[in-house]
């Protein structure tokens, strides 16, 4: 008993220690906090109830940042199978006694309500750089194919809930791993070439709605009062911005009730068309600082296990922004991905901040090795 005691208190010292941050990116990880927060109010008609509930997230997710920095990727490391299995036992639980809106997407724990889904976006890169890790480099066949099978059985689970989107954005975070591992060029469209042979089958099983969003972005105008209501709302918004916008608390779209979802999902389209092209390119630059930067540190990591990792977290967050902002000018189909720090959404922006938390761990024990 008094061993355990004095490893906690050992723990504790460590994670209270004085903080060994990347600044360039906190920096950043903070602005854009504070943007979103704005744009957040803007969107939700200064509806205090909201921004304060958003602003306690970014206080939880900023302190699992600053919690999990601490930790020595090697910890990280340790406990990533486990972490991985918890995650995925989560997530068929969400099966059984989920619930939502249409999907089963959420367990209700009393005082905690979450989506386990959310936390796959974080252990899946997780667990393949784990396994890639402790193994040569290009991966062999065997090996790519045990991934594939770490990454299709929680994605199976939550395109079952039914949230396709996700799924997808699962698969895709743990696939930038395995891609970054050094696979040829050869191998890699083979893979593609098979996803592409069973689209068909793909087809087949998705729901009558999900196959509607896919026609509905190919011609929005063939139902503008149902399926195609949200990108045409989304377009006009975006459109009628011009360079400059129209002013905080301006937009007709969304002030008017017009752009259905518009403080999650098409948060975008409320920036576009009130703060113009130039608020647009300036968000769209902060977060390319933010992935730039994060490949930096992914780059100077001190082993395969956080070169992986942090090169697959950096290129799913590039791929949430680019999803998001493809959805609301029409180019992709509505798939519910929330712009990152910047949608309304709790699980997804604690899970996104402690994603940067191991990030700031990659760094900073890098520079104690050194």
Not at 39 to 55: E, H, N, V
Not at 124 to 142: F, K, T
Not at 293 to 308: C, E, F, P
Request: hydrophobic share 55%.
């Amino acid at each position: 008993m008094n061993r355990l005691a004095l490893r906690a208190e050992m723990v504790l010292r460590r994670l209270l220690r004085r903080p060994r941050l990347d600044l360039p990116l906190l920096a950043a990880l903070l602005l854009l906090a504070a943007m979103g927060l704005f744009f957040l109010a803007s969107a939700a008609d200064l509806s205090w109830r909201t921004i304060g509930a958003q602003a306690a997230r970014f206080l939880l997710g900023f302190a699992m940042l600053y919690l999990v920095s601490r930790l020595p990727p090697a910890q990280l490391k340790r406990w990533t199978p486990a972490l991985y299995a918890a995650s995925v036992l989560l997530v068929a639980l969400v099966l059984v006694l989920g619930e939502g809106r249409g999907a089963d997407r959420w367990l209700d724990l009393g005082v905690l309500r979450f989506q386990p889904s959310e936390l796959l976006k974080l252990t899946m890169p997780m667990m393949v750089a784990w396994y890639l890790a402790q193994r040569p480099l290009p991966p062999s066949w065997r090996d790519t194919g045990v991934v594939l099978l770490l990454i299709a059985v929680p994605a199976a689970l939550i395109a079952k809930q039914p949230d396709l989107g996700t799924a997808l954005l699962v698969m895709m975070a743990g696939g930038f791993a395995l891609f970054l591992s050094g696979l040829s060029l050869r191998r890699i469209g083979l893979m593609l070439a098979v996803m592409l042979a069973l689209l068909p089958v793909a087809w087949h099983h998705l729901h009558d709605y999900q196959r509607e969003r896919v026609l509905t972005l190919l011609n929005p105008e063939s139902d503008p009062l149902g399926t195609g209501w949200h990108i045409i709302q989304s377009e006009i918004a975006v459109g009628s911005g011009g360079v400059l916008g129209k002013g905080f608390m301006q937009g007709t779209q969304a002030q008017l009730q017009f752009l259905p979802e518009h403080t999650t999902d098409f948060i975008f389209a409320v920036v576009g068309e009130e703060f113009g092209l130039l608020g647009v390119l300036v968000l769209l630059a902060l977060y390319l600082y933010i992935i730039g930067r994060s490949m930096w540190i992914a780059v100077n990591a001190r082993d395969t296990y956080g070169r992986l990792l942090g090169g697959a977290l950096a290129l799913s967050f590039f791929l949430y922004v680019m999803v998001n902002g493809g959805m609301i000018t029409g180019l992709l189909p509505v798939v519910g991905v929330p712009l990152p720090l910047v949608s309304y959404g709790g699980t997804s922006a604690v899970s996104l901040l402690t994603g940067f938390g191991v990030l700031m761990s990659i760094h900073a024990h890098r520079k104690l090795m050194k």
